[in-house]
């Protein structure tokens, strides 16, 4: 099951793969490849990766570790969302016009239009997957401080009846 998890988690990089695909486009000639790359392919591995990890048994959250390059994955995703709305989305302007500031006359697709929409949810959802990790990280530590409490009340009661 260990590895079963740590598959999850490298696989689960292909969000910060995916996110950081404005970085690598090249837009010669309106070339929105890297985008389109990111949405089809890098999110929906990554995604599948963190369902993966998350379905591992408790395997899965000793290798939370490998959560740390994600970091990057939400400063990316707090920069490039916001941007790519704005001026994808809601501008109408094609990824490349947005990107290098300009506009190239070349006509949006729908991909196009809904690669930040995507990317939010996809960013929600690894949001929320690390909520639950949170929660339940609470809950056992709970749970065991009650278990501590009671097996010392138990100890305590047998030694006063001796």
């Known amino acids: 099951m260990r590895a079963l998890a740590t598959f999850g988690w490298l696989f689960s990089l292909g969000l910060l793969v995916g996110i950081a695909a404005p970085l690598f486009g090249t837009c010669i000639q309106g070339d929105d490849g890297p985008w389109m790359a990111s949405l089809i392919v890098y999110a929906p591995v990554g995604l599948l990766g963190l369902i993966v990890a998350w379905r591992a048994p408790q395997a899965g959250r000793q290798f939370c570790w490998l959560a740390a390059p994600h ?4 400063a990316l995703g707090c920069y ?6 704005l001026k994808t989305t809601f501008g109408g302007l094609d990824v490349c016009s947005a990107r290098e500031g300009g506009f190239y006359g070349v006509p949006t697709t729908v991909l196009q239009r809904l690669w930040a929409p995507s990317w939010f949810c996809f960013l ?10 949170g929660l339940q990280a609470v809950e056992a530590h709970q749970l065991t401080t009650r278990l501590r409490r009671t097996r010392l009340k138990a100890a305590r009661a047998s030694h006063r009846e001796r």
């Open 80 to 85: 490039f969302v916001p941007f790519y709305s």
């Open 124 to 133: 929600c959802y690894w949001f929320g997957y690390f909520h639950d990790i």
């Open 71 to 74: 970091i990057l994955t939400i």
